[in-house]
């Protein structure tokens, strides 16, 4: 725990919690929000063409373009991430909630990286999707879901920060 205390005492994790600038706490806040509306967002479009939710005879392979523009939105949420738990460190550290968001996430991005296999399939456009890719799009989906909702809970599950 004096791990997570001296990380709050630094200037940075300081400035983020206690700082009345929109660019401290409210701009990570936001950020976050922006960069995980990436990640979820393109995995969720990709997902739903695995899923055949998608337009008859329409191009998945496109989709592969998504991943540049999720794995900015990720380390966009790795960086706010890091800061918004540096500002309260002692409070995350023993919450399970946010716990159980890591534990998505990590499934959630190894979900990503096996999905971006999936477009190596020369046939993808041209026939069914493999059957290992529904799962892993079903995976995807519980995952970034299973994120959301659990970062949105450590709000209000858990230890309360100053308590």
Not at 100 to 117: C, D, H, Q, T, Y
């Amino acid at each position: 725990m004096a791990f997570f205390e001296w990380l709050e005492t630094l200037f940075f994790s300081q400035w983020v919690r206690e700082s009345g600038s929109l660019m401290a706490f409210p701009m990570f806040l936001f950020s976050h929000t922006l960069g995980m509306s990436m990640v979820a967002g393109g995995s969720t479009l990709i997902s739903f063409a695995f899923l055949g939710l998608w337009p008859k005879g329409g191009a998945i392979k496109p989709l592969e373009r998504l991943y540049p523009m999720m794995w900015f939105g990720f380390g966009v949420n790795a960086f706010t991430g890091i800061g918004l738990f540096c500002a309260d460190a002692t409070t995350r550290a023993v919450n399970l909630d946010f716990w159980i968001k890591l534990v998505f996430v990590a499934v959630g991005v190894v979900a990503l990286v096996r999905m971006r296999k999936v477009f190596r399939n020369p046939v993808l456009d041209n026939g069914p999707v493999p059957p290992g890719a529904k799962t892993l799009a079903w995976v995807s989906l519980v995952c970034w879901f299973g994120a959301i909702v659990a970062g949105r809970l450590i709000a209000y599950v858990g230890p309360v920060a100053g308590v």
